[in-house]
Protein backbone atom coordinates (compact mmCIF):
# COMPACT_ATOMS: atom_id res chain seq x y z
CA UNK A 1 0.00 0.00 0.00
CA UNK A 2 1.40 3.01 -1.25
CA UNK A 3 -0.37 5.73 0.38
CA UNK A 4 -3.42 6.43 2.43
CA UNK A 5 -5.72 6.11 -0.41
CA UNK A 6 -4.50 3.06 -1.50
CA UNK A 7 -5.61 2.06 2.02
CA UNK A 8 -9.17 3.42 1.68
CA UNK A 9 -9.83 1.68 -1.52
CA UNK A 10 -8.67 -1.45 -0.28
CA UNK A 11 -10.49 -0.71 2.86
CA UNK A 12 -13.71 0.02 0.75
CA UNK A 13 -13.69 -2.99 -1.81
CA UNK A 14 -13.28 -5.11 1.11
CA UNK A 15 -16.32 -3.33 2.93
CA UNK A 16 -18.50 -3.57 -0.68
CA UNK A 17 -18.04 -7.29 -0.74
CA UNK A 18 -19.41 -7.57 2.46
CA UNK A 19 -22.18 -5.78 2.78
CA UNK A 20 -25.57 -4.55 0.42
CA UNK A 21 -24.98 -2.51 -2.01
CA UNK A 22 -27.60 -0.46 -0.77
CA UNK A 23 -25.74 -0.46 2.71
CA UNK A 24 -22.89 0.97 0.85
CA UNK A 25 -23.87 3.24 -0.98
CA UNK A 26 -26.40 4.82 2.12
CA UNK A 27 -23.42 4.65 4.17
CA UNK A 28 -20.32 5.01 2.61
CA UNK A 29 -20.24 6.81 -0.74
CA UNK A 30 -19.48 10.22 0.81
CA UNK A 31 -16.69 9.23 3.68
CA UNK A 32 -13.26 10.16 2.62
CA UNK A 33 -10.43 9.11 4.05
CA UNK A 34 -8.53 11.92 6.07
CA UNK A 35 -5.63 10.37 7.97
CA UNK A 36 -3.76 6.96 9.20
CA UNK A 37 -1.42 7.50 12.44
CA UNK A 38 -0.22 5.52 15.09
CA UNK A 39 -2.69 2.45 14.83
CA UNK A 40 -5.84 4.60 14.15
CA UNK A 41 -7.53 5.29 11.05
CA UNK A 42 -9.35 8.97 10.68
CA UNK A 43 -12.16 9.04 8.27
CA UNK A 44 -15.21 12.04 7.54
CA UNK A 45 -18.57 10.88 6.67
CA UNK A 46 -21.04 13.54 6.41
CA UNK A 47 -23.33 13.81 8.96
CA UNK A 48 -23.53 12.99 13.26
CA UNK A 49 -26.26 10.29 12.17
CA UNK A 50 -24.29 8.67 9.84
CA UNK A 51 -21.32 8.41 12.16
CA UNK A 52 -23.69 7.15 14.90
CA UNK A 53 -24.68 4.12 12.62
CA UNK A 54 -21.63 3.50 10.88
CA UNK A 55 -19.91 2.97 14.66
CA UNK A 56 -22.85 0.64 15.85
CA UNK A 57 -22.92 -1.60 12.77
CA UNK A 58 -19.97 -1.40 10.69
CA UNK A 59 -16.74 -1.07 12.68
CA UNK A 60 -16.22 -4.31 13.55
CA UNK A 61 -16.06 -4.84 9.74
CA UNK A 62 -13.81 -2.08 8.97
CA UNK A 63 -11.69 -3.10 12.24
CA UNK A 64 -11.19 -6.67 10.91
CA UNK A 65 -10.18 -5.47 7.68
CA UNK A 66 -7.10 -3.18 8.92
CA UNK A 67 -5.91 -6.57 11.42
CA UNK A 68 -6.31 -8.72 7.66
CA UNK A 69 -4.20 -6.05 5.84
CA UNK A 70 -1.59 -5.31 8.50
CA UNK A 71 -1.93 -8.02 11.04
CA UNK A 72 -2.35 -5.58 13.57
CA UNK A 73 -5.12 -4.10 15.69
CA UNK A 74 -6.69 -1.04 14.47
CA UNK A 75 -9.08 1.68 16.38
CA UNK A 76 -11.03 3.56 13.31
CA UNK A 77 -12.09 6.82 14.47
CA UNK A 78 -15.09 8.03 12.68
CA UNK A 79 -15.16 12.06 12.18
CA UNK A 80 -18.14 14.57 10.87
CA UNK A 81 -17.60 17.61 8.29
CA UNK A 82 -17.33 20.38 11.18
CA UNK A 83 -14.36 18.09 13.05
CA UNK A 84 -10.35 18.41 12.39
CA UNK A 85 -7.50 16.56 13.28
CA UNK A 86 -6.39 18.98 15.66
CA UNK A 87 -9.72 18.49 17.44
CA UNK A 88 -8.42 14.18 18.24
CA UNK A 89 -6.77 13.24 20.93
CA UNK A 90 -3.88 11.86 20.21
CA UNK A 91 -3.22 12.61 16.46
CA UNK A 92 0.34 13.11 16.22
CA UNK A 93 2.69 12.65 13.58
CA UNK A 94 4.52 9.30 13.98
CA UNK A 95 8.29 9.49 13.73
CA UNK A 96 10.02 7.04 16.55
CA UNK A 97 10.34 4.42 14.25
CA UNK A 98 12.01 6.22 11.61
CA UNK A 99 15.10 8.54 13.30
CA UNK A 100 18.78 9.33 11.85
CA UNK A 101 19.83 7.01 14.71
CA UNK A 102 18.34 3.93 12.99
CA UNK A 103 18.76 4.93 9.35
CA UNK A 104 22.10 2.73 8.34
CA UNK A 105 24.28 5.33 6.01
CA UNK A 106 26.24 3.36 3.03
CA UNK A 107 27.64 4.87 0.08
CA UNK A 108 24.63 4.64 -1.76
CA UNK A 109 22.71 7.42 0.26
CA UNK A 110 25.52 9.17 2.64
CA UNK A 111 24.98 12.38 0.56
CA UNK A 112 20.99 12.17 0.85
CA UNK A 113 21.66 11.84 4.33
CA UNK A 114 23.88 14.23 5.30
CA UNK A 115 21.55 16.75 3.13
CA UNK A 116 18.59 15.52 5.69
CA UNK A 117 20.43 16.14 8.53
CA UNK A 118 21.73 19.80 7.74
CA UNK A 119 17.88 20.61 6.74
CA UNK A 120 16.56 19.10 10.10
CA UNK A 121 19.21 21.58 12.24
CA UNK A 122 19.18 24.54 9.93
CA UNK A 123 15.89 24.41 8.50
CA UNK A 124 15.15 27.10 5.80
CA UNK A 125 18.75 28.40 5.92
CA UNK A 126 20.27 25.41 3.78
CA UNK A 127 19.37 23.41 1.04
CA UNK A 128 15.75 24.54 0.60
CA UNK A 129 13.75 23.03 -0.99
CA UNK A 130 15.59 19.39 -0.80
CA UNK A 131 14.48 16.77 -3.22
CA UNK A 132 15.37 13.37 -2.37
CA UNK A 133 14.43 10.91 -5.08
CA UNK A 134 15.45 7.14 -5.90
CA UNK A 135 13.11 3.81 -6.32
CA UNK A 136 10.45 2.49 -4.04
CA UNK A 137 11.83 0.93 -0.77
CA UNK A 138 15.29 2.56 -0.50
CA UNK A 139 14.24 5.00 2.55
CA UNK A 140 13.21 8.20 1.04
CA UNK A 141 10.27 8.63 3.73
CA UNK A 142 12.40 7.17 6.60
CA UNK A 143 14.79 10.39 5.40
CA UNK A 144 11.08 12.78 5.63
CA UNK A 145 10.16 11.47 9.16
CA UNK A 146 13.67 11.49 10.35
CA UNK A 147 13.69 15.62 9.61
CA UNK A 148 10.54 15.81 11.06
CA UNK A 149 11.25 13.92 14.07
CA UNK A 150 14.87 15.68 15.07
CA UNK A 151 12.89 19.43 14.07
CA UNK A 152 10.04 18.56 16.31
CA UNK A 153 12.65 17.21 18.82
CA UNK A 154 14.70 20.42 18.53
CA UNK A 155 12.20 23.01 18.18
CA UNK A 156 8.93 21.76 20.19
CA UNK A 157 5.75 23.24 19.10
CA UNK A 158 6.56 24.03 15.28
CA UNK A 159 3.92 23.41 12.92
CA UNK A 160 4.31 20.63 10.63
CA UNK A 161 2.68 19.48 7.50
CA UNK A 162 3.34 15.79 6.40
CA UNK A 163 1.07 14.19 3.26
CA UNK A 164 1.58 12.17 0.62
CA UNK A 165 0.76 14.15 -2.80
CA UNK A 166 -2.50 11.49 -3.64
CA UNK A 167 -3.40 12.97 -0.37
CA UNK A 168 -3.02 16.64 -1.62
CA UNK A 169 -5.02 15.99 -4.25
CA UNK A 170 -7.85 14.61 -2.36
CA UNK A 171 -7.86 16.92 0.37
CA UNK A 172 -8.27 20.10 -2.30
CA UNK A 173 -10.38 18.42 -4.21
CA UNK A 174 -12.40 18.31 -0.87
CA UNK A 175 -11.94 21.53 0.16
CA UNK A 176 -13.23 22.70 -3.19
CA UNK A 177 -16.29 20.58 -3.35
CA UNK A 178 -17.32 21.81 0.28
CA UNK A 179 -16.39 25.65 -0.43
CA UNK A 180 -13.25 25.04 2.20
CA UNK A 181 -10.29 26.53 0.26
CA UNK A 182 -9.07 29.34 2.66
CA UNK A 183 -9.17 26.63 5.51
CA UNK A 184 -7.07 24.50 3.20
CA UNK A 185 -4.73 26.76 1.61
CA UNK A 186 -4.75 27.95 5.91
CA UNK A 187 -3.54 24.45 6.74
CA UNK A 188 -0.51 23.89 4.82
CA UNK A 189 0.39 27.41 4.00
CA UNK A 190 1.29 28.51 7.38
CA UNK A 191 3.38 26.15 8.24
CA UNK A 192 7.19 25.79 9.39
CA UNK A 193 8.31 21.93 7.76
CA UNK A 194 6.64 21.12 4.79
CA UNK A 195 7.09 17.25 3.79
CA UNK A 196 5.20 16.05 0.66
CA UNK A 197 5.89 11.96 -0.29
CA UNK A 198 5.58 10.76 -4.03
CA UNK A 199 5.37 14.39 -5.51
CA UNK A 200 5.29 12.23 -9.10
CA UNK A 201 1.96 11.95 -8.50
CA UNK A 202 0.86 15.24 -9.27
CA UNK A 203 2.30 14.87 -12.93
CA UNK A 204 0.31 16.21 -15.31
CA UNK A 205 -2.50 17.46 -12.62
CA UNK A 206 -2.36 20.78 -13.35
CA UNK A 207 -5.08 22.05 -10.72
CA UNK A 208 -2.83 20.35 -8.12
CA UNK A 209 -0.16 21.62 -9.42
CA UNK A 210 -1.35 24.80 -9.64
CA UNK A 211 -2.45 25.02 -5.78
CA UNK A 212 0.85 23.49 -5.40
CA UNK A 213 3.10 25.85 -6.19
CA UNK A 214 1.24 28.65 -4.48
CA UNK A 215 1.48 26.43 -1.19
CA UNK A 216 5.27 26.14 -1.99
CA UNK A 217 5.85 29.93 -2.62
CA UNK A 218 4.05 30.70 0.32
CA UNK A 219 6.24 28.32 2.53
CA UNK A 220 9.41 28.96 1.16
CA UNK A 221 9.23 33.05 1.02
CA UNK A 222 8.04 32.68 4.52
CA UNK A 223 11.59 31.14 5.23
CA UNK A 224 10.69 27.73 6.04
CA UNK A 225 11.81 24.13 5.14
CA UNK A 226 10.33 22.40 1.82
CA UNK A 227 11.16 18.79 1.29
CA UNK A 228 10.00 16.74 -1.28
CA UNK A 229 10.48 12.80 -2.23
CA UNK A 230 9.84 11.19 -6.43
CA UNK A 231 11.12 8.55 -7.58
CA UNK A 232 12.62 10.29 -10.48
CA UNK A 233 14.37 13.70 -10.83
CA UNK A 234 12.46 16.70 -11.94
CA UNK A 235 13.70 16.66 -15.35
CA UNK A 236 12.21 13.17 -16.12
CA UNK A 237 8.50 14.10 -14.83
CA UNK A 238 7.97 15.17 -18.20
CA UNK A 239 4.64 16.53 -17.36
CA UNK A 240 5.56 18.29 -14.30
CA UNK A 241 5.00 22.37 -14.57
CA UNK A 242 8.61 24.20 -15.66
CA UNK A 243 7.89 26.60 -12.71
CA UNK A 244 7.85 23.31 -10.34
CA UNK A 245 10.99 21.94 -12.17
CA UNK A 246 12.99 25.19 -11.86
CA UNK A 247 12.16 25.57 -8.12
CA UNK A 248 12.75 21.72 -7.29
CA UNK A 249 16.50 22.45 -9.15
CA UNK A 250 17.05 25.99 -7.44
CA UNK A 251 17.27 24.07 -3.94
CA UNK A 252 19.32 20.59 -3.79
CA UNK A 253 18.95 17.66 -5.58
CA UNK A 254 20.02 14.23 -3.83
CA UNK A 255 19.66 11.02 -4.91
CA UNK A 256 19.45 7.39 -3.01
CA UNK A 257 20.73 4.44 -5.16
CA UNK A 258 20.20 0.29 -3.96
CA UNK A 259 22.34 -0.24 -1.35
CA UNK A 260 25.66 -2.21 -1.77
CA UNK A 261 26.51 -5.46 -0.18
CA UNK A 262 28.05 -3.79 2.96
CA UNK A 263 25.18 -1.70 3.72
CA UNK A 264 22.48 -4.73 2.63
CA UNK A 265 24.38 -7.01 5.44
CA UNK A 266 24.26 -3.37 8.22
CA UNK A 267 20.74 -3.28 7.35
CA UNK A 268 20.03 -6.64 8.11
CA UNK A 269 21.90 -7.05 11.10
CA UNK A 270 20.91 -3.71 12.57
CA UNK A 271 16.60 -4.98 12.03
CA UNK A 272 17.35 -8.06 13.10
CA UNK A 273 18.87 -6.95 16.36
CA UNK A 274 15.74 -4.55 16.64
CA UNK A 275 13.56 -7.04 17.08
CA UNK A 276 15.59 -9.40 19.17
CA UNK A 277 17.07 -11.90 17.01
CA UNK A 278 20.92 -12.57 16.27
CA UNK A 279 21.31 -14.17 12.14
CA UNK A 280 23.93 -16.24 11.73
CA UNK A 281 26.82 -14.61 9.77
CA UNK A 282 25.71 -17.02 6.75
CA UNK A 283 22.26 -16.22 6.78
CA UNK A 284 23.00 -12.35 6.57
CA UNK A 285 25.29 -13.14 3.70
CA UNK A 286 22.35 -15.28 1.92
CA UNK A 287 19.77 -12.59 2.27
CA UNK A 288 21.82 -9.56 1.43
CA UNK A 289 23.55 -11.77 -1.71
CA UNK A 290 20.03 -12.19 -3.08
CA UNK A 291 17.81 -9.59 -2.21
CA UNK A 292 19.55 -6.15 -4.03
CA UNK A 293 17.64 -3.97 -4.77
CA UNK A 294 15.18 -2.70 -1.54
CA UNK A 295 15.35 -1.84 1.22
CA UNK A 296 12.03 -2.66 2.29
CA UNK A 297 12.37 -6.35 1.45
CA UNK A 298 15.42 -6.51 3.50
CA UNK A 299 13.31 -5.51 6.39
CA UNK A 300 10.65 -7.84 5.76
CA UNK A 301 12.26 -10.89 5.67
CA UNK A 302 13.98 -10.08 8.59
CA UNK A 303 10.34 -9.63 10.18
CA UNK A 304 9.57 -13.11 8.49
CA UNK A 305 12.55 -15.09 10.47
CA UNK A 306 11.05 -13.35 13.38
CA UNK A 307 7.71 -15.07 13.46
CA UNK A 308 9.37 -18.35 12.33
CA UNK A 309 11.39 -17.89 15.14
CA UNK A 310 8.54 -17.39 17.34
CA UNK A 311 5.53 -19.08 16.30
CA UNK A 312 7.90 -22.32 14.88
CA UNK A 313 10.07 -22.50 17.01
CA UNK A 314 12.47 -22.82 14.23
CA UNK A 315 15.79 -22.68 14.14
CA UNK A 316 17.14 -19.62 11.86
CA UNK A 317 19.31 -21.95 9.08
CA UNK A 318 19.90 -21.06 5.71
CA UNK A 319 17.24 -23.54 4.93
CA UNK A 320 14.83 -21.16 6.90
CA UNK A 321 16.27 -17.94 5.21
CA UNK A 322 15.26 -19.65 1.77
CA UNK A 323 12.04 -20.30 2.74
CA UNK A 324 11.35 -16.71 4.07
CA UNK A 325 12.44 -15.12 0.77
CA UNK A 326 10.94 -17.14 -1.31
CA UNK A 327 7.65 -14.71 -1.78
CA UNK A 328 10.21 -11.70 -1.63
CA UNK A 329 12.49 -12.57 -4.50
CA UNK A 330 11.35 -11.01 -7.80
CA UNK A 331 12.63 -13.43 -10.55
CA UNK A 332 13.70 -11.43 -13.39
CA UNK A 333 11.72 -8.29 -14.53
CA UNK A 334 9.06 -7.26 -12.44
CA UNK A 335 5.69 -7.95 -14.07
CA UNK A 336 2.70 -5.48 -13.07
CA UNK A 337 -0.73 -6.56 -12.98
CA UNK A 338 -3.29 -5.89 -15.58
CA UNK A 339 -5.30 -4.05 -12.27
CA UNK A 340 -2.30 -2.02 -11.41
CA UNK A 341 -1.50 -0.78 -15.15
CA UNK A 342 -5.23 0.02 -15.40
CA UNK A 343 -5.08 1.94 -11.77
CA UNK A 344 -1.92 3.75 -13.58
CA UNK A 345 -3.31 4.87 -16.74
CA UNK A 346 -6.54 5.96 -15.12
CA UNK A 347 -4.69 8.12 -12.48
CA UNK A 348 -2.44 9.94 -14.90
CA UNK A 349 -5.84 10.75 -16.87
CA UNK A 350 -7.91 11.55 -13.50
CA UNK A 351 -10.38 8.77 -14.38
CA UNK A 352 -11.65 5.91 -12.53
CA UNK A 353 -10.45 2.15 -13.35
CA UNK A 354 -14.30 1.91 -13.73
CA UNK A 355 -14.20 4.47 -16.67
CA UNK A 356 -11.85 3.40 -18.40
CA UNK A 357 -12.72 -0.01 -18.52
CA UNK A 358 -16.09 0.85 -19.55
CA UNK A 359 -18.57 1.67 -22.54
CA UNK A 360 -17.74 5.83 -22.71
CA UNK A 361 -16.28 6.58 -25.92
CA UNK A 362 -15.06 10.57 -24.78
CA UNK A 363 -12.32 11.24 -26.37
CA UNK A 364 -10.03 11.07 -23.03
CA UNK A 365 -11.50 7.98 -21.87
CA UNK A 366 -11.02 6.49 -25.15
CA UNK A 367 -7.13 7.53 -25.43
CA UNK A 368 -6.45 5.87 -21.46
CA UNK A 369 -8.03 3.03 -22.41
CA UNK A 370 -6.39 2.70 -25.03
CA UNK A 371 -2.62 3.23 -23.81
CA UNK A 372 -4.00 0.84 -20.93
CA UNK A 373 -4.26 -1.83 -23.67
CA UNK A 374 -0.78 -0.83 -25.62
CA UNK A 375 1.08 -0.76 -22.20
CA UNK A 376 -0.67 -4.24 -20.94
CA UNK A 377 0.35 -5.92 -23.68
CA UNK A 378 3.91 -4.77 -23.72
CA UNK A 379 4.51 -5.21 -19.99
CA UNK A 380 2.81 -8.47 -19.42
CA UNK A 381 2.66 -10.06 -23.06
CA UNK A 382 -1.06 -11.53 -22.67
CA UNK A 383 -3.04 -12.54 -25.14
CA UNK A 384 -5.20 -10.35 -27.44
CA UNK A 385 -8.38 -12.13 -26.10
CA UNK A 386 -7.19 -11.70 -22.27
CA UNK A 387 -6.64 -8.20 -22.57
CA UNK A 388 -9.83 -7.57 -24.05
CA UNK A 389 -11.57 -9.34 -21.05
CA UNK A 390 -10.08 -6.81 -18.30
CA UNK A 391 -12.43 -3.91 -20.37
CA UNK A 392 -15.60 -5.40 -20.34
CA UNK A 393 -15.22 -8.34 -22.87
CA UNK A 394 -14.08 -6.17 -25.78
CA UNK A 395 -12.88 -8.66 -29.02
CA UNK A 396 -9.28 -9.15 -29.70
CA UNK A 397 -9.44 -7.02 -33.15
CA UNK A 398 -10.36 -3.84 -30.95
CA UNK A 399 -7.93 -4.64 -28.71
CA UNK A 400 -5.52 -4.87 -32.14
CA UNK A 401 -6.91 -1.55 -33.42
CA UNK A 402 -5.90 0.17 -29.67
CA UNK A 403 -2.63 -1.05 -29.79
CA UNK A 404 -1.56 0.04 -33.36
CA UNK A 405 -3.07 3.49 -32.38
CA UNK A 406 -0.95 4.21 -29.91
CA UNK A 407 2.19 2.80 -32.05
CA UNK A 408 1.07 5.18 -34.39
CA UNK A 409 0.49 8.33 -31.94
CA UNK A 410 4.31 7.45 -30.49
CA UNK A 411 6.12 7.95 -33.34
CA UNK A 412 4.13 11.85 -34.21
CA UNK A 413 3.18 12.84 -31.19
CA UNK A 414 5.73 13.62 -28.43
CA UNK A 415 2.62 14.69 -25.32
CA UNK A 416 1.90 10.93 -25.84
CA UNK A 417 5.01 9.71 -26.05
CA UNK A 418 5.70 11.92 -22.47
CA UNK A 419 2.45 10.43 -20.97
CA UNK A 420 3.02 6.64 -21.49
CA UNK A 421 6.64 7.04 -19.93
CA UNK A 422 5.20 8.79 -16.72
CA UNK A 423 2.61 5.88 -16.36
CA UNK A 424 5.28 3.10 -17.12
CA UNK A 425 7.45 4.97 -14.13
CA UNK A 426 4.71 4.77 -11.90
CA UNK A 427 3.85 1.19 -12.38
CA UNK A 428 7.69 0.40 -12.31
CA UNK A 429 7.75 1.88 -8.86
CA UNK A 430 4.56 -0.36 -7.78
CA UNK A 431 7.35 -3.28 -8.19
Not at 76 to 87: A, H, K, Q
Not at 289 to 306: A, H
Not at 326 to 347: L, M, Q, Y
Not at 387 to 407: A, M, P, Q, Y
Request: proline share 4%; with cysteine; net charge negative.
Amino acid sequence: MNSLTDIWSHLMETLAAQITSTSYSAWFHDASPVAITDNRLYFKTSSEFKRNLIQQRFLDVLKDSLFDLFSSEFEVIVMTPDEDLSDMEGFTIQTEDYTFENFIVGPSNKFAHAAAVAVSEKPGKVYNPLFIYGNSGLGKTHLLLAICEKMQRLRPGIKVAYLKSDDFTNEMVSAITRGTNEEFRKKYRNVDLFLLDDIQFISGKEGTQEEFFHTFNSVYEAGNQIVVTSDRPPRDMLKLEDRLKTRFEGGLLADIQPPDFETRCAIIKSKSLALGMVLPENCIIYIAENLTSNVRQLEGVVKRLTAYRDILDDQISIETVKKAIKDVIHVGEFIPTPDIIIEESARSFQLSPAEVCGQSRAKNITLCRQIAMYLIRKLTGLPLKDIGLHFEDRNHTTVLSSIRKIEELLTTDPEIASTIKDISANINSRS
